[in-house]
């Protein structure tokens, strides 16, 4: 059968319905075939309105008519279909306004199932055939179907461009490696590309590696906010249970100073009742006295008045009038209580920094890249203030304890066992850094900007309370001519421009903790990279003589 009649037939013999080859034919009146099955549902969706059409020349038929199977017809489908006919392409298998069209097909185009870069053109499924078929066409390199086969066309030769010019980074056909890129360095586009390919790889695994790292830490980062969630619950738990605690033993104390203070009105004042009894009592036996003599005193009988007047009770010796003094037991008791709540709250505001979610932060961000300006670092500057229980006695604090002073005479300041003691004068700040923070500190003279853990000594000895000479701290000493960093007794020289001001740079979570000498510019002095195990302090060290001094500058 001739290829026009085979594309004849599979029009002839398709249902129009399910664009499928006939499966039991039926002729209905007006001369058109369809699957028995498919008339059947497309007249059963009208069995309401009693009209029966024909869905290709709409031919109307009343009463509906009886389908017969068309022996005659579905004999002849079957035997095309031995002969190699097969279905109507449905209408997803033509080419639409974004697909890759059959070069070859004529009429209605179907889609193209590949592309051939011999041959610069695509094929469906059936014009495909021959690549595989004939010999001529096996060596063929098949891609997906493409649109952008005339990019491999050279615009000047209207060759095939299967060189690569590695000189000028481009395509080109054989005929451009005989003129203009003569003598370049070229290669085949298949061995760049094998090249490339290798880099690509290269690169795909270190993404590929990229993605487990990431998904690690987002699994890391997941346990985290587990483990986030759960010490929330069991601190809010256990902070309730100790607050709850606490208010009950204010509550004993307050029922306590209720108690005493009514036992106290109970029994002063049944003394004062008693007193009072008393007096009344001598009030009345007085008035009783004073009422015979008056009655005496009225007597006219001279003799009468004079034999009655030695029988009169001698007064009793009259009591010093009573003195009331200012009550002061309640008033004691008020002030007493006064007192507890001073120190109490004098306790939470001393303490509270222990407590407060600021030296708790959980710093889970990507690691950022130091800044570059100044500007960039003022984004994390911290307002610091210095912590007078840590101060050595020889410093004196001031500027709202953002500056301390060397003084030859030691100040008064309480016994505290924060307080460093001995030579080491030195003093911490009063809140802890976590996560990225930026400050400085202007100085005078001989002095050592360092950061440290809490849990450094304090007491004067082996040397483990100063500052870089233990693995608990680490410091820029600064003097007039030159800097020197140390850390856990390592000295390392620094280089870099005098400065009266030092800049300062952490990053918690990265472990980098950087010195800069600030003027019109800042120049990078020295940067740590360690791992911190501990949320840190900012520390100074005041060398003497006196007025040497150091200043946490107010930066915002």
């Known amino acids: 059968m001739a290829q026009n009649g085979v594309q004849l037939d599979r029009e002839t013999f398709s249902c129009s319905i399910c664009l499928d080859l006939l499966k039991d034919p039926v002729a209905i009146p007006c001369g058109h075939s369809y699957c028995m099955n498919c008339i059947k549902g497309f007249w059963d969706e009208r069995d309401e309105k009693e009209i029966y059409s ?17 022996t005659m017809l579905a004999a002849l489908v079957e035997e095309l279909k031995k002969t190699g006919l097969q279905a109507a392409p449905a209408d997803h298998c033509y080419a639409g306004a974004e697909d890759v069209a059959c070069d070859f097909c004529n009429g209605r185009k179907l889609k193209a199932i590949k592309s051939c870069l011999q041959c610069l053109a695509s094929f469906c499924e059936k014009h495909l055939q021959p690549h595989f078929e004939s010999e001529t066409f096996k060596k063929h390199k098949l891609v997906e179907p493409s649109k952008k086969l005339q990019e491999n066309v050279c615009s000047r030769h209207d060759e095939v ?91 004993k104390r307050s029922s306590d100073v209720k108690q005493q203070v009514r036992s106290q009105q109970k029994r002063e004042e049944s003394r004062v009742k008693e007193l009072q009894e008393k007096l009344e009592q001598e009030i009345t036996e007085l008035k009783r006295e004073d009422a015979e003599l008056k009655k005496l005193s009225h007597t006219e009988d001279h003799s009468q008045f004079l034999h009655n007047y030695p029988s009169l009770s001698p007064l009793s010796q009259s009591a010093s009038s009573i003195h009331i003094s200012p009550l002061s037991c309640f008033e004691d008791v008020t002030a007493a209580v006064s007192e507890v709540r001073d120190k109490l709250q004098d306790v939470l505001r001393e303490e509270w920094t222990t407590v407060s979610l600021t030296g708790t932060e959980v710093d889970v961000l990507l690691p950022q890249p130091e800044p570059k300006t100044r500007a960039g670092f003022l984004k994390y500057s911290r307002e610091i203030t210095l912590d007078p229980n840590t101060a050595n006695t020889h410093l004196l604090l001031s500027e709202g304890n953002r500056k301390a002073t060397f003084m030859s005479q030691q100040q008064s300041y309480s016994s505290h066992p924060d307080r460093f003691t001995g030579w080491s004068y030195q003093v911490l700040s009063s809140v802890s850094l976590t996560g990225r923070c930026y400050w400085e500190v202007e100085r005078r003279g001989e002095v050592s900007v360092a950061v440290a853990y809490k849990n450094i000594s304090r007491a004067e000895g082996s040397g483990e309370c100063l500052f870089g000479q233990n693995d608990k701290s680490w410091a820029l000493y600064c003097d007039n001519n030159s800097y020197t960093f140390w850390s856990n007794k390592v000295q390392t020289p620094v280089s870099g421009p005098e400065s009266s001001r030092v800049g300062v740079y952490l990053d918690h979570s990265a472990g980098i903790l950087s010195f800069y000498s600030v003027s019109e510019t800042m120049t990078l002095l020295h940067r740590v990279q360690t791992t911190f195990t501990q949320p840190l302090y900012a520390g100074l060290w005041v060398y003497w003589p006196h007025g040497n001094s150091a200043e946490l500058c107010k930066l915002k």
Not at 54 to 70: A, D, E, G, I, W
Request: glycine fraction near 2%.
């Open 161 to 251: 461009m299967k060189i690569f010019c590695r000189t000028d980074q481009q395509l080109i056909c054989y005929l451009c490696l005989m003129d203009k890129h003569k003598g370049h360095d070229t290669v085949s586009a298949a061995e760049e590309r094998t090249e490339r390919q290798e880099k690509l790889e290269g690169s795909r695994q270190t993404i590929q590696q990229r993605i487990q790292d990431r998904e690690k830490d987002v699994k890391l980062l997941q346990q985290q906010a587990e483990a986030i969630d759960r010490a929330a619950d069991k601190a809010v738990e256990d902070s309730e249970k100790i607050f709850t605690e606490l208010i009950r033993l204010l509550e």
């Open 54 to 70: 024909c869905p290709q020349c709409r031919q109307s038929f009343t009463p509906r008519p009886v389908l017969l199977k068309n």
